[in-house]
């Protein structure tokens, strides 16, 4: 079983609708959670951290963490063209300073 | 505030050649990344260091690789001889404690080596 499971995707939501992202982890001892976007031909892009259970929420962006069950999820709502990119949830477990990443889930919103 | 900065952007070498990659990280971050990142395997760690010292480099593929971060300021990444199977982008990043260990990266080296 990987560390971080993300589904590859490609995951097509049209413009204007809620687009959801999902992503489970292994390790129970996580602590902190990240999703990063990545365009086409560039770096990961920080865009949301989350570390307590529940939502928070930055702008068309809201986090999700279910410690319980181990998942955290992404909503993007109303759905721009310019939001389609490549969304990579990373994990960072208690006593560790690395982030261990998904393989990333391809999102594209149809105009 | 000046982000990660990484040089060259693009680097096109032979085979058997050596590579270096410079990595300037963001002040006052005391960790610093290295990944590389191919459609096969996407994002691997290769190295971090903290406070310029190595801390896990289990993640170099071979002893053609070599990094370090002689200060603060400054890393390097070495790949000698190159192979064509190290054609990736190579991305360096960095992060605190007291940021909350979040990452921020750089623009990333893409290499191709012929």
């Not at chain 1, 560390?3 to 809620?18: F, H, K, T």
């Not at chain 1, 999700?64 to 477990?93: E, F, G, M």
């Not at chain 2, 691997?44 to 190595?54: A, D, H, K, R």
């Amino acid at each position: 079983q990987k560390e971080v499971e993300q589904n590859s995707g490609p995951l097509s939501v049209p413009e204007g609708a809620i687009a959801s992202l999902n992503c489970t982890y292994s390790d129970r001892g996580s602590q902190s959670f990240f999703w990063y976007r990545q365009y086409s031909g560039k770096s990961p892009e920080l865009i949301m951290s989350i570390y307590s259970n529940g939502d928070k929420e930055d702008g068309r962006f809201t986090a999700q963490l279910n410690k319980a069950s181990q998942y955290v999820s992404l909503l993007i709502r109303d759905s721009q063209p310019s939001d389609s990119a490549t969304y990579l949830c990373a994990v960072r477990n208690f006593g560790n300073e690395k982030l261990t990443f998904g393989t990333g889930t391809r999102l594209t919103i149809i105009p | 505030d000046a982000g990660v900065i990484q040089s060259p952007r693009h680097e096109v070498t032979e085979m058997g050649q050596e590579v270096t990659l410079r990595c300037k990280p963001i002040s006052g971050h005391d960790y610093l990344f290295w990944y590389r990142q191919t459609m096969m395997r996407g994002l691997e760690l290769l190295i971090y260091f903290n406070n310029n010292v190595p801390i896990d480099d289990s993640g170099m593929p071979e002893d053609r690789f070599s990094a370090k971060m002689p200060n603060a300021s400054f890393s390097t990444l070495k790949i000698q001889p190159s192979e064509p199977r190290d054609s990736a982008v190579y991305f360096c990043a960095s992060s605190s404690e007291w940021a909350s260990y979040e990452q921020y990266f750089g623009p990333g080296t893409r290499l191709t080596v012929t």
